[in-house]
């Protein structure tokens, strides 16, 4: 199947230090992909790279087959990709319908960018769809700043799901949540792949091979592995970097 993500020989260095050495990695449609590896090996700097947050030195990444190297964090969202900034695009002072409605003004052609937000229309039923999928009827009134932190992480799931992103990328999503909340975002990540593919970066072994169909391994830079969770787990030069054994 024609990869939703696929990047060629991406490449980035600070000063020396070479923090993505030539990964080249895909993400096929509607799986989870994951990339793990131990602190400091290039996870979230392969993410920027993605995301347009950073220029590469060298390599290409495409989306949906398109080239999106040089496109800037704007453009990817209209391209089709969305990420997560573990609760730092929400608005505290605002309820849980005010940030969807936001969110999904996207959906509304640009030329109601001036007007009263409408109550029909594209933007006000997505509001409406993803208060059903994420389970906040009752708190749709709610200043965000009173949810728990679980809640708050998983509005700003929904709120990346406003604008219908081909791709989804999320950092450690369960990051600072309770077992059961852990629990129930797994749960609604593994739902989300019929609408959406998914690239995550996680920590936490037990989440990466229960939620995983793909995960990429990096150390130092580089992707010492790729495969399935089982594969991953069983490559020597894994455990030997990411379990400490080998
Ligand atoms: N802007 C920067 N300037 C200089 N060095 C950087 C910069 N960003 C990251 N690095 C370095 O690049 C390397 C990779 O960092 P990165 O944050 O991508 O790793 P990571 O795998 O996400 O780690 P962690 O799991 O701890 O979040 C590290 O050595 C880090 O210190």
Redesign the pocket.
């Known amino acids: 199947m024609k990869p939703i993500l696929h990047t060629e020989n991406l490449s980035i260095a600070?000063?020396g230090?070479k923090?993505?050495d030539a990964i080249s990695m895909s993400a096929t449609p509607h799986e989870i992909t994951t990339?793990i590896?131990?602190?400091?090996?290039?996870?979230?700097?392969?993410?920027?790279l993605i995301s347009g947050a950073?220029k590469p030195g060298s390599g290409k990444v495409y989306l949906d087959g398109k080239d999106v190297t040089r496109f800037g964090p704007a453009q990817l969202q209209h391209a089709g990709l969305a990420r997560s900034f573990q609760i730092t695009n929400l608005f505290f002072e605002m309820t849980v319908r005010e940030n969807l409605r936001l969110a999904s003004q996207i959906l509304e052609p640009i030329s109601h960018a001036v007007r009263p937000l409408r109550r029909t229309g594209r933007a006000a039923r997505k509001v409406d769809e993803l208060i059903e999928r994420f389970d906040f009827h009752d708190k749709v009134h709610e200043q965000v700043g009173y949810l728990s932190h679980g809640e708050q992480r998983r509005l700003e799931i929904a709120m990346c799901l406003a604008c219908e992103p081909k791709l989804l990328m999320l950092d450690e999503p369960t990051q600072g949540m309770s077992h059961a909340d852990t629990d129930e975002t797994e749960e609604l990540i593994k739902s989300l792949t019929q609408n959406v593919s998914i690239l995550l970066?996680e920590?936490d072994i037990g989440i990466v091979m229960s939620v995983s169909d793909h995960v990429i391994v990096?150390h130092q830079?580089q992707k010492i592995a790729d495969g399935t969770p089982a594969e991953v787990r069983a490559n020597p030069a894994v455990q030997a970097a990411y379990f400490g054994h080998g």
Do not use: C
């Open positions: 600070f000063g230090l923090a993505v990339v590896g131990p602190n400091g090996a290039g996870k979230t700097t392969l993410f920027n950073l970066i920590h990096m830079g």
